[in-house]
């Protein structure tokens, strides 16, 4: 084969890639490029393994994955930590460690379970509630939170610092892993719209003079009784037999020897103390028609029923034989006045005083709170939002400031006296009040005056209002468990 040939051939070969030196390069060229893909996707790999480990052990897994789900609202992990360690303090009105001291963790917990799903639920559709109603939170409303937050993470902060330990740790101990102020701050704000969106509708509520009267199935159920009582037993020292003629004999000596100048309650005491020297009649004052003993209702409520007139029945539950003894009955129609306030305490100096300094501090603060509720929409649901953020008063404040049947005498004069004063819905005031417990200002507001049958029958029907709208609201919501709950 001549050079010119075999140079041919292998120009030949090497086009068609068939050459030793050829092969050779594209297959050493070829093991180095899988060699580097490998390199790659094994960096790569590793990098999204330590990032993955990273992100799993990172508070943000707590905030952004789906832990629960109730209608259109969804909790992460951290928002739902931060509901329940809201609601452990006060579980089933004894605090969760107390719970899970008395009766065991697993009860404790299978309380705290159902409170939070009942929390969800409520919240969730209060919430859509107040979108569909265009019920928001108003910025002096969103300040007032702004403000709480501000004061928790100071307490928060110090107390992280105290114990030696970054904040984010510290709030992961006391609350949950994941909540940090943001978390804190948009619970706090939906927690106060549900409020508001339930105070909303609570305010809404009127009911005619006739449907108020339609609420007393029974006239007698409106009025007020006084009248005393006393069972006698029917045990192993006495039968049943013994405990009825003891309870008539009672009856026939008050009879015999009642004297009208002496109070006839006095009397009877008088009487047992003879037979039954350690006991004593029960006596009750301004019991309403519907609240009576069943055992004496019909005889209490007999038209014609006099002061000392007196009775022995046999108790239903078969314990003994009962004497009755009629003491009176009134129209429960002293007038009840509404008002909702908004308490501001005078701090006391060391020794239990409050100087006039602490007082004016007390005034200052009432007035701008006032100042501020005369900026917004001057409604009783905002008012009421107010109270429950702002209010020292712990028996009025969760429902808004709410005294719904006050009667006269019952608060301190300057209180008693705003509420039954000559007022219009809707008028605010301030008014000082002291006693034995505080001293400080009340900011008013005042709702209505009653005959207190009429308000009595006001509340029961709002009550049993409130709960069907809130049973119409729920109804069909249930917890839907995501996959983040694990966290």
């Known amino acids: 084969m001549s050079a010119s040939t075999e140079r041919k051939n292998r120009a030949a070969a090497k086009a068609a890639g068939t050459d030793k030196k050829t092969n050779a390069a594209l297959e050493a060229e070829q093991k180095a490029r899988k060699s580097k893909r490998k ?107 702004a403000k709480s937050i501000s004061t928790q993470m100071d307490m928060l902060k110090e107390a992280a610092k105290t114990n030696g330990v970054s904040l984010s740790t510290y709030i992961g101990y006391v609350i949950g892993p994941g909540v940090n102020e943001g978390i804190m701050r948009s619970n706090m704000e939906d927690s106060l719209l549900t409020q508001k969106a339930y105070f909303s509708k609570f305010c809404s509520l009127s009911f005619t003079p006739e449907e108020l009267a339609a609420y007393y199935e029974d006239p007698a159920d409106a009025d007020l009784f006084s009248y005393a009582m006393f069972l006698v037993k029917a045990d192993e020292t006495r039968s049943a037999e013994e405990a009825k003629a003891a309870a008539e004999a ?25 037979e039954f020297p350690e006991e004593a009649p029960t006596v009750r004052t ?11 209702r019909a005889w209490l409520t007999e038209e014609g029923r006099a002061k000392g007139d007196i009775t022995s ?28 306030h908004i308490l501001i305490k005078a701090e006391a100096d060391e020794e239990g005083v409050y100087t006039d300094e602490a007082k004016e501090a ?43 049947a006050v009667t006269q005498g019952q608060m301190v004069p300057e209180f008693d006296a705003f509420c039954f004063e000559d007022h219009a819905y809707g008028d605010t005031g301030l008014v000082y009040g002291e ?23 006001r509340d029961a029907l709002r009550s049993t209002a409130m709960t069907e709208w809130l049973s119409s609201l729920t109804e069909g919501l249930e917890p839907v468990t995501r996959w983040g709950s694990k966290w």
């Open 286 to 296: 301004g019991v309403t028609g519907s609240q009576l003993d069943e055992t004496a």
């Open 362 to 404: 007390a005034r200052v603060k009432a007035q701008e709170i006032l100042d501020s509720f005369n900026q917004g929409d001057k409604s009783e649901a905002a008012f009421a939002v107010l109270a429950y953020l702002l209010s020292e008063d712990t028996g009025s404040r969760n429902n808004g400031g709410l005294y719904s």
């Open 39 to 145: 390199w790659i996707i094994g960096t790569v790999a590793v990098i999204l393994c330590i990032a993955l480990v990273l992100f799993l052990s990172s508070p943000l897994m707590y905030r952004i994955t789906p832990a629960v789900s109730v209608g259109s609202k969804t909790y992460s992990p951290a928002e739902l930590s931060y509901v329940r360690s809201s609601i452990k303090p006060s579980l089933a009105g004894y605090g969760y460690d107390n719970l899970a001291a008395y009766f065991g963790q697993e009860t404790a917990d299978s309380l705290l379970d159902n409170a939070v799903n009942s929390s969800l639920v409520e919240n969730a559709a209060l919430l859509q509630y107040a979108k569909d109603n265009n019920i928001s939170l108003s910025a002096q409303e969103k300040a007032q939170i």
């Open 435 to 457: 006693s034995a417990a505080y001293a400080g200002y009340h900011v008013m507001f005042y709702v209505e005056k009653l005959p207190a049958k009429d308000a009595a029958a």
């Open 313 to 340: 029945l046999e108790a239903a539950d078969g314990t003994g034989w009962y004497v009755f003894l009629f003491l009176d009955r009134t129209a429960n129609d002293a007038p009840a006045a509404a008002v909702r």
């Open 250 to 274: 009672v009856v026939m000596s008050f009879t015999d020897g009642w004297d009208e100048e002496v109070e006839p309650d006095v009397a009877l005491t008088d009487i047992l103390a003879e």
